[in-house]
């Protein structure tokens, strides 16, 4: 039997065998990037919730979804944040190459590699949830009522939530995210400490989540619902993913338009400094 040395030394001579498998096509690595940090994001995130609604309440409670949420994007910026900057949000990407932080011609793939991640843990989950998902409905996938499914991949407004009140309520968490996003990585101002920017960020998304998510699920990232929602219509929600209740779905995305870099806006002018 080989002792612990010689099957070391073997090791190291298989290693220095093994071909080296490189992708030098800087947009390729930064897109799958993108989408792999996206996907391990949203696999803890809608993970969270579904083992929350299908369990009834015996395996967590609303706080579950926020730290799955939050400790979700901060295993993403781990995962991705030195290739693509692990932005994991359109509404990120475009403040970014509002700012001069990213290309324009960036802007396409980051948002179809998000949309791409957000899509692919939207159906892991509905496979690893398959069974509980059909237990919990009896079979009947729905939108709303009190069985409703659809809540565990896209975001939905409470009942009482306005069209107006929505619209104020998604602008304003996203504008908080930015502002706070902004500030963690200005190096001129207080940053985060170098190595502890996947916490910080993980935690300003648990913030966000524990004090402006109960009108309609702090849907602050466009492509963390378009997505899902998309894959819900198709694996037998069906078009009501689109159209209940009404015209409130169409908040998540239009909401990551320029108004919503108001007060990143303004942060940026007075506070954080122009990139170098």
């Not at 030098?24 to 579904?50: D, H, I, K, P, Q």
Request: glycine fraction near 12%; include cysteine.
């Amino acid at each position: 039997m080989k002792d612990v040395g010689q099957l070391v030394e073997l090791g190291g001579s298989q290693r220095k065998k093994r071909p080296k498998v490189w992708l030098r096509n800087e947009s390729v690595r930064v897109g799958l990037a993108e989408t792999l940090c996206t996907y391990v994001m949203m696999v803890f995130g809608l993970g969270s919730v579904a083992q929350v609604v299908t369990g009834q309440g015996e395996f967590g409670q609303y706080l579950s979804i926020n730290l799955g949420f939050g400790l979700g994007v901060a295993m993403g910026v781990h995962v991705g944040g030195k290739v693509s900057g692990a932005h994991m949000n359109a509404a990120v990407s475009f403040t970014m190459c509002t700012f001069g932080r990213l290309g324009w011609k960036m802007l396409p793939l980051y948002i179809f590699a998000q949309l791409l991640g957000s899509f692919l843990a939207a159906g892991t989950i509905y496979a690893v949830y398959y069974e509980a998902i059909y237990d919990y409905c009896g079979g009947n996938l729905t939108v709303t009522g009190a069985t409703a499914t659809a809540g565990i991949f896209a975001t939905y407004p409470a009942p009482y939530l306005s069209l107006m009140a929505g619209f104020i309520d998604q602008v304003f968490g996203t504008a908080m995210l930015l502002l706070c996003l902004m500030a963690l990585s200005d190096q001129k101002n207080k940053p985060a400490a170098a190595g502890s920017e996947p916490v910080a960020v993980g935690l300003l998304v648990l913030l966000i989540g524990i004090s402006l998510g109960s009108n309609s699920g702090y849907a602050i990232n466009p492509t963390r619902d378009i997505a899902p929602r998309i894959f819900t219509a198709i694996a037998g929600w069906g078009t009501d993913v689109f159209s209940s209740p009404g015209l409130q779905l169409l908040l998540p995305p239009s909401c990551s338009r320029p108004q919503r870099l108001l007060p990143s806006c303004n942060g940026t002018l007075f506070l954080f400094s122009p990139p170098s």
